[in-house]
T-cell receptor, first 113, second 115 residues
Framework: GNSVTQMEGPVTLSEEAFLTINCTYT??????LFWYVQYPGEGLQLLLK?????DKGSNKGFEATYRKETTSFHLEKGSVQVSDSAVYFC????????????FGSGTRLSIRP | NAGVTQTPKFQVLKTGQSMTLQCAQD?????MSWYRQDPGMGLRLIHY???????DQGEVPNGYNVSRSTTEDFPLRLLSAAPSQTSVYFC??????????????FGPGTRLTVT
């Protein structure tokens, strides 16, 4: 069945460091891929998405490229800020009998000033 | 727009009690869903609806009931609460009635503890 695997956290970085959070998926066909972010005490918000191979999603300095050959959708940011501290979820969207959107387990990111 | 609203924010139940978690959206979205979030497990889909009068089961439906009498509201009912239902519950809506390719908008969540 479909699945999403993302790197375990927590991830702790210093401000202005380069960020990569790995995400790989298993699916048949051509799913849509998403990154959602959850700030403390809040619900999830869409950060970026890509709907076909080689698409790059970007928002707020974050980027992720849909790589079908490696079944990956890694999240990157060149220079993180304290305000980026949150939990990040990789997700896959594809019609199936039981689940519409499958979420990874989440990666907690903490940024030190 | 208020977006997706959920009530209550916190709830403590005793085993065997029943309750309804409320969810409403004012974006005229056809697709609505309920998830539970447990540590280390991401979000898992409980039930979803593609429009008023239409609901279906997700990945973990046991112990939960839903109904969709209006486009705006999608309540989640726990008929007999169990400690295994201790979790954070999120309601979400989407303008994509298929539910899988468009952005989902999430409510702030309900933290439920069953003792």
């Amino acid at each position: 069945g479909n699945s999403v695997t993302q790197m375990e956290g927590p991830v702790t970085l210093s401000e202005e460091a380069f960020l990569t959070i790995n995400c790989t998926y298993t699916a048949t066909g051509y799913p849509s891929l998403f990154w959602y972010v959850q700030y403390p005490g809040e619900g999830l918000q869409l950060l970026l998405k890509a709907t076909k191979a080689d698409d790059k999603g970007s928002n707020k300095g974050f980027e992720a490229t849909y790589r079908k050959e490696t079944t990956s959708f890694h999240l990157e940011k060149g220079s993180v800020q304290v305000s980026d501290s949150a939990v990040y979820f990789c997700a896959l969207g594809q019609y199936s009998s039981a689940s519409k959107i499958i979420f990874g387990s989440g990666t907690r990111l903490s940024i030190r000033p | 727009n208020a977006g997706v609203t959920q009530t209550p924010k916190f709830q403590v139940l005793k085993t065997g009690q029943s309750m309804t978690l409320q969810c409403a959206q004012d974006m005229n979205h056809e697709y609505m869903s309920w998830y539970r979030q447990d540590p280390g497990m991401g979000l898992r889909l409980i039930h979803y609806s593609v429009g008023a009068g239409i609901t279906d089961q997700g990945e973990v439906p046991n112990g939960y009931n839903v109904s969709r009498s209006t486009t705006e509201d999608f309540p989640l009912r726990l008929l007999s609460a169990a400690p295994s239902q201790t979790s954070v519950y999120f309601c979400a809506s989407s303008s994509d009635e298929s539910g899988y390719s468009y952005e989902q908008y999430f409510g702030p969540g309900t933290r439920l503890t069953v003792t």
